[in-house]
């Protein structure tokens, strides 16, 4: 139990810092930076697949058109997920990642009952609302659409249910939807190259070598979060996952210099609310004790 949470708490808090990561690199396109991370992701996971002796593991999991069909949805989704991230994060809209990471939850419950025909109570139901009431206070309020939360509370909930299909290892899951996107990331950064417009070169050297520790950053909260998965039951790791949006938060306000209006405190006091019914009546709902399956639930951020 010991080493479970603090798997979790080192997965979510990694997650959370992100957005000081990326910071490191906001003077190039989101593009290119999303390029680096796929490039050196799937450098990254191949070294470790080799240490670990699982090519064959790899090659043999995918199996059929459905299997192969739902890794390439799988990465998609992944890579539009982080190219959002990325660019939310270098164009100061920390905040609005954190509002999407709190939905994301609500978002992956409502496509498991319109795709998977999953039930919830009248309190899941009453939580749900009760999020939706937040996004569209703070639309009317602002006169401008969430898209970025939304946008990345969306694509991560899709790519949850392709999950679903792929039931795969994560870091084998991982190397194989890097694997999909890497020749276009690379084609990518070899036309920069070629026409002069790349600007990982002009970075400095030590922001050089924590672009290369992007696969690093992307790779060991995965592992870290399949550890915890495996030790903890459903209800800790549930309640775990919210410090990562709230790290988020925290960091576009006090250190980003975000601004934290009164709008902002209702939306979000209206996302929070639903988040607090809907994680007690899931509690209620399901076992203590039933471990959440890392193939199932893992959770990969930006």
Same mark, same amino acid.
């Given at each position: 139990?010991?080493?479970?949470?603090?798997? $979790?708490? +080192?997965?979510?808090? $990694?997650? @959370?810092?992100?957005?000081?990561?990326?910071?490191?690199?906001?003077?190039?396109?989101?593009?290119?930076?999303?390029?680096?991370?796929?490039?050196?992701?799937?450098?990254?996971?191949?070294?470790?697949?080799?240490?670990?002796?699982? !090519?064959?593991?790899? !090659? @043999?999991?995918?199996? /059929?058109?459905?299997?192969?069909?739902?890794?390439?949805?799988?990465?998609?989704?992944?890579?539009?997920?982080?190219?959002?991230?990325?660019?939310?994060?270098?164009?100061?809209?920390?905040?609005?990642?954190? *509002?999407?990471?709190?939905?994301?939850?609500?978002?992956?419950?409502?496509?498991?009952?319109?795709?998977?025909?999953?039930?919830?109570?009248?309190?899941? !139901?009453?939580?749900?609302?009760?999020?939706?009431?937040?996004?569209?206070?703070?639309?009317?309020?602002? /006169?401008?659409?969430?898209?970025? $939360?939304?946008?990345?509370?969306?694509?991560?909930?899709?790519?949850?249910? +392709?999950?679903?299909?792929?039931?795969?290892?994560?870091?084998? @899951?991982?190397?194989?939807?890097?694997?999909?996107?890497?020749?276009?990331?690379? @084609?990518?950064?070899? *036309?920069?190259? $070629?026409?002069?417009?790349?600007?990982?070169?002009?970075?400095?050297? !030590?922001?050089?070598?924590?672009?290369?520790?992007?696969?690093?950053?992307?790779?060991?909260?995965?592992?870290?979060?399949?550890?915890?998965?495996?030790?903890?039951?459903?209800?800790?790791?549930?309640?775990?996952?919210?410090?990562?949006?709230?790290?988020?938060?925290?960091?576009?306000?006090?250190?980003? /210099?975000?601004?934290?209006?009164?709008?902002?405190?209702?939306?979000?006091?209206?996302?929070?609310? +639903? *988040?607090?019914?809907?994680?007690?009546?899931?509690?209620?709902?399901?076992?203590?004790?039933?471990?959440?399956?890392?193939?199932?639930?893992?959770?990969?951020? +930006?």
């Amino acid at each position: 139990m010991k080493q479970g949470i603090l798997y $979790a708490f +080192a997965a979510y808090f $990694a997650w @959370g810092m992100l957005p000081l990561y990326w910071k490191l690199f906001q003077s190039m396109g989101a593009w290119e930076i999303l390029a680096h991370r796929i490039v050196w992701s799937i450098l990254f996971v191949a070294i470790i697949i080799q240490v670990t002796k699982r !090519w064959r593991a790899m !090659w @043999g999991s995918v199996s /059929g058109g459905k299997m192969v069909a739902a890794l390439a949805t799988c990465s998609l989704l992944i890579s539009a997920n982080w190219l959002i991230y990325i660019w939310a994060v270098n164009n100061n809209q920390v905040m609005q990642t954190s *509002l999407g990471y709190y939905m994301n939850p609500l978002f992956t419950v409502l496509l498991g009952v319109i795709f998977l025909r999953e039930k919830m109570n009248l309190a899941q !139901w009453a939580a749900l609302i009760l999020a939706a009431c937040g996004v569209l206070f703070i639309t009317v309020q602002y /006169g401008e659409f969430p898209w970025i $939360a939304l946008s990345l509370a969306l694509t991560f909930a899709f790519y949850g249910l +392709a999950k679903k299909v792929v039931k795969m290892e994560a870091m084998i @899951g991982l190397a194989w939807e890097t694997l999909f996107v890497a020749p276009i990331a690379l @084609g990518y950064l070899i *036309l920069l190259q $070629a026409n002069g417009t790349e600007t990982a070169t002009a970075l400095a050297w !030590w922001q050089m070598l924590l672009l290369a520790l992007a696969g690093v950053a992307t790779a060991m909260p995965l592992y870290w979060f399949a550890q915890a998965a495996k030790r903890l039951p459903l209800s800790i790791v549930g309640f775990i996952q919210y410090v990562s949006p709230t790290i988020t938060l925290l960091t576009a306000v006090f250190l980003f /210099g975000e601004p934290f209006t009164t709008t902002h405190l209702i939306s979000f006091s209206c996302i929070w609310s +639903a *988040l607090v019914i809907f994680t007690v009546s899931s509690m209620r709902k399901k076992p203590a004790t039933a471990p959440l399956k890392p193939e199932v639930a893992i959770k990969k951020q +930006a």
